[in-house]
């Protein structure tokens, strides 16, 4: 079993920065995806960025809000994804989710459009960015 746990939301001034860190752990197979996603009060989940691994070999999607600004990386060793968020602005204010698929995954961007295939899902971090 999956299990995932979303950790490193706090509040910030805009133009600040956080990392968030999701510790995963029980993958079956080395092939898996990890997604970002938040949501924000009133708003629908939102994905975030998304990485895709199989045979090895990984890319990276970033929804265009956060291009430039946000970078996501793995650390196999410590089983953990780490999102990088600089130059926060006030609409970056959510509740930030790591969720999971284990097994062969499609592209980045094709698990990050589809948000209902992930099938674990860790708890969530507030991230809080005033003006």
């Known amino acids: 079993e999956v299990q995932l746990q979303a950790s490193g939301g706090g509040s910030v001034q805009a133009g600040g920065s956080l990392r968030l860190s999701c510790a995963a752990s029980?993958?079956?197979?080395?092939?898996?995806?990890i997604g970002w996603f938040r949501q924000a009060p009133g708003k629908r989940r939102e994905a975030v960025s998304c990485?895709?691994?199989?045979?090895?070999?990984?890319?990276?999607y970033y929804t265009n809000a956060v291009k430039g600004r946000f970078t996501v990386s793995s650390d196999n060793a410590k089983n953990r994804v780490y999102l990088q968020l600089n130059n926060l602005k006030p609409d970056d204010t959510a509740v930030y989710y790591c969720a999971a698929i284990s097994g062969h995954v499609p592209p980045a961007g094709i698990v990050c459009a589809s948000p209902r295939s992930f099938d674990s899902w860790g708890q969530g971090t507030l991230v809080t960015v005033s003006s």
């Open positions: 990485i895709s691994v199989n045979d090895g070999e990984g890319n990276i």
């Open positions: 029980g993958f079956p197979t080395d092939d898996y995806a």
